[in-house]
Nanobody, 124 residues
Framework: QVQLVESGGGLVQAGGSLRLSCAAS????????MGWFRQAPGKEREFVAA????????SYAASVKGRFTISRDNAKNMVYLQMSSLKPEDTAVYYCASRLRILIATTAREYDYWGQGTQVTVSP
């Protein structure tokens, strides 16, 4: 029912910042909780951040808390991940995901739709 397209990935030096965007289609986007996950080569897909249907509640992985901020603009069908103080350990493909619920979730199997991913590379 919904399609997701990520953008904003790229190469950045350690300590720098990037802003990822996820464009969503679907008339019911405003009722979906959204999440960001990442996967590095040879690693499992890892939860990064999530936001509920109206942006009131958020959740972050301990590894990114204080450095990353998830937000959404329902009028524009967009969700964002602002990343600052980036570390080489943040290098991964970042995926936007949605679930057909209003509350946040932190496991991949709880999400219903996924984008293609965008590469983030942080150089030392």
């Amino acid at each position: 029912q919904v399609q997701l397209v990520e953008s904003g990935g790229g190469l950045v030096q350690a300590g720098g910042s990037l802003r990822l965007s996820c464009a969503a289609s679907g008339r019911t986007f405003n009722t979906y909780a959204m999440g960001w996950f990442r996967q590095a080569p040879g690693k499992e897909r890892e939860f990064v951040a999530a936001i509920d249907w109206n942006g009131y509640s958020t959740s972050y992985a301990a590894s990114v808390k204080g450095r990353f901020t998830i937000s959404r603009d329902n009028a524009k069908n967009m969700v964002y991940l602002q990343m600052s103080s980036l570390k080489p350990e943040d290098t991964a493909v970042y995926y936007c995901a949605s679930r057909l619920r209003i509350l946040i979730a932190t496991t991949a199997r709880e999400y219903d739709y996924w984008g293609q991913g965008t590469q983030v590379t942080v150089s030392p």
